[in-house]
């Protein structure tokens, strides 16, 4: 799982409409649900508190029109969770995104870190 | 200025050192220092206390191991702010980031999109 400001590299916040966004957070939140089939899990590996993790999934699943998480109530997997076809696919665009932006800011990364450790060090 | 999640696009947050960080809050900051010479009324703009806005240009200067904005104190300029040549560079090679990186993700934008659009509309 990843850590917010402690993996080196580019963090993409996508704004699809206006308020409508898609950051590392949801994916992280995406990804946690897809590997653990549990929200309150995905969530506590994150640091979420299960209110904070059950409200971007429902914020994630509003925004596009339709379940990017689905749950199973009852049954063997009961309080399961798991992503959908159309969750899947999201998170799959989003990893894509993140991978072609760091390839095509590699120039201006080694800039920047060339400033900072040209004074610094 | 910008406003955080009303302009859509990639908004990208660079983590060049664990807890070392530059997005797009950051950038803006700097820009608007840069327009308006002041530090103050840069924050203000962004919706940011003088606290916060004073906070951040203090870490960026510690970050980068010299300052990014540099101050002026009495004379004609009392109070004026802009950046330094770093500064400058910081904020060139960030926005050329931003740039490239909504280049590089504008295919798996539009299939997000579409994926969105098909289903909420």
Avoid at 7 to 36: F, M, N, Q, W, Y
Avoid at 55 to 72: C, I, K, R, Y
Avoid at 85 to 95: E, F, K, S
Wanted: aromatic share 4%; glycine share 14%.
């Amino acid at each position: 799982m990843r850590i917010r400001n402690q993996t080196t590299g580019a963090r993409l916040r996508i704004v699809l409409e206006p308020d409508i966004a898609l950051g590392p957070g949801k994916a992280d939140l995406l990804e946690g649900i897809d590997s653990t089939g549990s929200i309150a899990a995905a969530g506590r590996d994150l640091g979420m508190s299960y209110k904070r993790a059950w409200g971007l999934v429902e914020e994630m699943n509003a925004d596009f029109g339709q379940p990017l998480v689905h749950t199973t109530k009852g049954g063997r997997n009961f309080g399961g969770a798991g992503l959908t076809p159309v969750g899947q696919q999201v998170l799959t665009l989003y990893r894509r995104m993140e991978e072609r932006a760091g390839e095509a800011i590699q120039g201006e990364m080694k800039a920047l870190r060339k400033l900072r450790t040209a004074i610094a060090k």
